[in-house]
């Protein structure tokens, strides 16, 4: 797999400590929005501030996050996120032990919730931003290739490859045109006719 950087892989225990819905929205807004306090995040996401403190220490205690001591000078305390994005090894998704297991599957489908919230957040505010933007944006564009698992390989390699090259060249925080974009990729097998009669 393509070198991403400032992406942690996940090891067992993190695994277990982040495989929780509202931990990994938390940790999604401050990637997204930048540093932020425990009110702050309640307000966002509908939360108590007390289940949003609570969690938000238990992300710092597995490292997901950090104090962000220059954001604030009263007594309420400002967290970040300590890197970019998550990695998950395959290898925890099919661990015997079956917390790890389960820790893994908990991940991976509030990932497919988290997407697909934001896929449906930009549809329904797509109007709130202009032509340009939306005449560039917005592709659900599908594929569907008959790949071995080494070819799904070099073509997942090759995605991050691609797309590490525009990180490396993005554009300034102050370019007025410039926005944060998401893009989803996602490979997976499908049944097919000749495969479900074998």
């Given at each position: 797999?393509?070198?991403?950087?400032?992406?942690?892989?996940?090891d067992a225990r993190s695994l277990r400590g982040l495989a929780h819905p509202l931990r990994m929205e938390l940790l999604n807004a401050l990637r997204r929005h930048g540093p932020a306090t425990a009110s702050m995040?309640?307000?966002?996401?509908?939360?108590?501030?007390?289940?949003?403190?609570?969690?938000?220490?238990?992300?710092?205690?597995?490292?997901?996050?950090?104090?962000?001591?220059?954001?604030?000078?009263?007594?309420?305390?400002?967290?970040?996120?300590?890197?970019?994005?998550?990695?998950?090894?395959?290898?925890?998704?099919?661990?015997?032990?079956?917390?790890?297991?389960?820790?893994?599957?908990?991940?991976?489908?509030?990932?497919?919730?988290?997407?697909?919230?934001?896929?449906?957040?930009?549809?329904?505010?797509?109007?709130?931003?202009?032509?340009?933007?939306?005449?560039?944006?917005?592709?659900?564009?599908?594929?569907?290739?008959?790949?071995?698992?080494?070819?799904?390989?070099?073509?997942?390699?090759?995605?991050?490859?691609?797309?590490?090259?525009?990180?490396?060249?993005?554009?300034?925080?102050?370019?007025?045109?410039?926005?944060?974009?998401?893009?989803?990729?996602?490979?997976?097998?499908?049944?097919?006719?000749?495969?479900?009669?074998?």
């Open positions: 797999m393509a070198e991403q950087p400032d992406v942690r892989k996940l995040l309640a307000e966002r996401l509908g939360e108590s501030s007390g289940a949003t403190s609570y969690h938000l220490r238990q992300l710092a205690a597995h490292g997901f996050i950090k104090d962000a001591p220059e954001q604030g000078k009263g007594r309420e305390r400002w967290w970040q996120a300590a890197d970019k994005g998550i990695t998950l090894d395959a290898e925890l998704s099919q661990s015997t032990d079956p917390q790890v297991r389960g820790a893994a599957d908990l991940l991976l489908q509030e990932l497919v919730n988290q997407r697909n919230r934001e896929l449906a957040t930009w549809l329904a505010t797509r109007d709130r931003w202009s032509p340009r933007w939306t005449d560039h944006s917005t592709d659900l564009s599908d594929w569907t290739l008959r790949l071995t698992p080494e070819q799904a390989h070099e073509l997942i390699d090759r995605l991050h490859e691609l797309l590490n090259s525009y990180r490396a060249s993005e554009a300034p925080e102050d370019d007025p045109e410039a926005e944060q974009v998401r893009l989803h990729t996602h490979l997976f097998p499908i049944e097919s006719d000749r495969r479900s009669t074998q």
